[in-house]
């Protein structure tokens, strides 16, 4: 079956440090996997995603993934942490040419302490 | 452009009553889709349409009923709310069905029934 782990509920990183969150899944195929941030009271929005060709993805707001098809992971990665990256961060697979074939992960809590 | 729209942000329903959720969107997609979200379960499609006078069902279904008469319009109707259905709603929009599709969320629809 289809599915996605984002194991940590929370991460929690002092500003300025390199921040990962961390995210497997499970496809029997090959994956597009994307990356969604939830500020508070807010819709969830696009950061990047994974088609096909380089394994790193460059997205909004500096943000970066990397995609393992050995590990199966795409973790969402960081180099330098600001206060104002704190939010909810999804990471989403979809498989085949459906709508209705995308799954969530339950989300990780990111903290960035000043 | 306001993008993907929603009404209203917040709802009190008693078991029992019924509602209707709108979405908009400006953007001319042809996709769009309902989801709710529970805290640590991320995001489960309730139902999606893939065009005007189009719907179908997705993971969460049971409880709910969908219209999509007009391409910018897809409204979610609870017709005898239960506590089960207290969540936050999410209306989304995409171009198109694809895989690779990025999809665009509204803000989001609190629901409390009591």
């Known amino acids: 079956a289809q599915s996605v782990a984002q194991p940590e509920d929370q991460v929690n990183v002092a500003e300025g440090n390199p921040l990962t969150v961390k995210c497997t899944y499970s496809v029997s195929g090959n994956p597009y996997l994307f990356w969604y941030v939830q500020y508070p009271n807010r819709g969830l929005q696009f950061l990047l995603k994974?088609?096909?060709?380089?394994?790193l993805v460059k997205g909004s707001y500096g943000f970066e993934a990397e995609f393992n098809k050995s590990q199966t992971s795409f973790h969402l990665k960081k180099p330098s942490a600001l206060v104002s990256d704190s939010a909810l961060y999804f990471c989403a697979v979809r498989l085949y040419s459906s709508a209705s074939k995308i799954i969530f992960g339950s989300g990780t809590r990111l903290s960035i302490r000043p | 452009n306001a993008g993907v729209t929603q009404t209203p942000k917040f709802r009190v329903l008693k078991t029992g009553q019924s509602m209707t959720l709108l979405c908009a969107q400006d953007m001319n997609h042809e996709y769009m889709y309902w989801y709710r979200q529970d805290p640590g379960m991320g995001l489960r499609l309730i139902h999606y349409s893939v065009g005007e006078g189009t719907t179908a069902k997705g993971e969460v279904p049971d409880g709910y009923n969908v219209s999509r008469l007009k391409k910018q319009n897809f409204l979610l109707g609870l017709e005898s709310a239960a506590p089960s259905q207290t969540s936050v709603y999410f209306c989304a929009s995409s171009s198109s069905g694809t895989s690779v599709e990025t999809q665009y969320f509204g803000p989001g629809t609190r629901l409390l029934v009591l």
């Open positions: 994974y088609i096909t060709g380089d394994n």
